[in-house]
């Protein structure tokens, strides 16, 4: 029985399913395509690479340029991502590394509680503010709903994160 993929494999698939590329190209298009809400580092797209030749999701082809080698999505591929993309998608896993820090922020300083806190903020209405600019340039572009769609997503989080921030002194300092 074929092993299930994971979402890092199907994100590959699913950027594959565009053309052949190598695991630089991956990397680079995954941050610029899926980098806003889903992280792919190197490590993680050559792991990914190197299974799914061994299980004929994908071929790899003669190195090029640096000695990169262009990866191509198979019949097994384009079938194992069909059945990947018409489950439910996963329950979300919240990781911010933030939140670990005001949990245990009892180790530090106040003062340096409020800096963090403040420098955090002004990261995500930088954010926000890319968010925003990449999202005029969408609006009405043809054949890009579901990236505007993701990027409202990112949109919509980050004035909630701002209205966090903006109750948080309250939560802490009591």
């Known amino acids: 029985m074929a092993r299930a993929l ?20 991956l990397v680079s298009t995954a941050a610029e395509r899926i980098g806003n809400f889903w992280t792919l580092t190197q490590s993680q797209v050559y792991r990914e690479l190197t ?41 979300e896993q919240v990781r911010v590394p933030l939140l670990l820090t005001i949990q245990f922020a009892d180790h530090l300083p106040p003062d340096r509680l409020r800096e963090i806190i403040a420098s955090q903020r002004a990261a995500h209405a930088q954010r926000l503010a890319e968010y925003r600019a990449a999202e005029k340039l969408l609006v009405g572009a043809p054949g890009q709903a579901t990236r505007l769609a993701t990027l409202r997503f990112g949109i919509h989080h980050e004035r909630a994160a701002l ?9 802490i300092e009591g």
């Open 51 to 91: 299974r799914m030749t061994e299980t004929g999701l994908v071929t790899v082809g003669d190195p090029g340029p640096r000695d990169r080698k262009p990866y191509t999505i198979t019949d097994a591929g384009r079938a194992a991502f069909a059945g990947w993309i018409d489950q439910e998608p996963a329950r």
């Open 163 to 171: 209205r966090w921030f903006d109750e948080l002194p309250g939560l």
């Open 6 to 25: 994971n979402a890092t494999a199907a994100a590959l698939l699913g950027l594959l399913h565009h053309g052949p590329m190598t695991g630089w190209d």
